[in-house]
Every structure is written in C-alpha cells, then in structure tokens.
C-alpha cells in the first residue's frame, strides 16, 4: 500500500506560529520537535513530518482513538527517515498485517512531500 502528501511549509510555519505550543505538542513529538529545532529553519522538517503523518493515514485511516503522535518520524543511523507507530496506529497497523514502513521525504522551496510504501508483515503459520 502506497500514501503520498504534499504540504506548505508556510502553512506549518503559520500554524505554528499562531497557534504555538497547542499545536506543536498535539502534532509532533519530542523527537521529532527536536530534529527539527535543531535545524537553521525548522519549518520545512515540520512539513515534511507532517506530510508523512497524513501519507500514513491514507494508508491507515484514522482509528479510533488516533493521535497523530501515534506516527512518529525518526531517522536511522545513516540519517534516512523511519517511521515509528504507536497506540491506535500501531494497532491499525497490526490489524492490517502490515510490518514495515519505508520513507521518502523532500522538501523544495514551500512545499514539503512524502511517500510512504507499506509492506506486508510476515505471517507465521
């Protein structure tokens, strides 16, 4: 299963700036807060974290009792994003035998875009 999201780092930008630690705090997690604060301009990661949290949940739905803190960007050790499920997610994710998540970020200019490819969990017999 395939998502894709696009988004402007200007509507980040202008959520976050107007609405501040509310929305912040709702969206993104400490990590990925952290990535991105630690960067010369923090909006377009935010974006693009935002873009794979909607990309997750045009694979996923959004179940019941969904945070998006429930999907968590996070890099691996050579620098690549990963993703990282937890609560409703991760079980959504459970139910649907699906395992493993690869992503794709980039960002140009005011736009921020993702994919995200879930693959199907092996299934013991």
Request: net charge positive; aromatic share 6%.
């Amino acid at each position: 299963m395939v998502g894709i999201d696009l988004c402007s780092v200007t509507r980040i930008r202008r959520l976050c700036e107007k609405h501040s630690d509310r929305f912040t705090t709702r969206v993104f997690t400490g990590t990925e807060m952290a990535h991105a604060s630690a960067r010369r301009d923090p909006y377009p990661h935010l974006a693009a974290r935002w873009a794979v949290k909607e990309a997750v949940i045009k694979i996923l739905g959004m179940p019941p009792g969904f945070r998006y803190t429930d999907v968590e960007v996070v890099n691996g050790p050579d620098g690549r994003p990963a993703l990282r499920l937890d609560g409703a997610m991760a079980a959504r994710a459970r139910q649907a035998c699906l395992g493993d998540f690869q992503v794709s970020i980039t960002h140009e200019g005011d736009m921020a875009a993702s994919i995200v490819l879930a693959l199907p969990r092996e299934v013991s017999r």
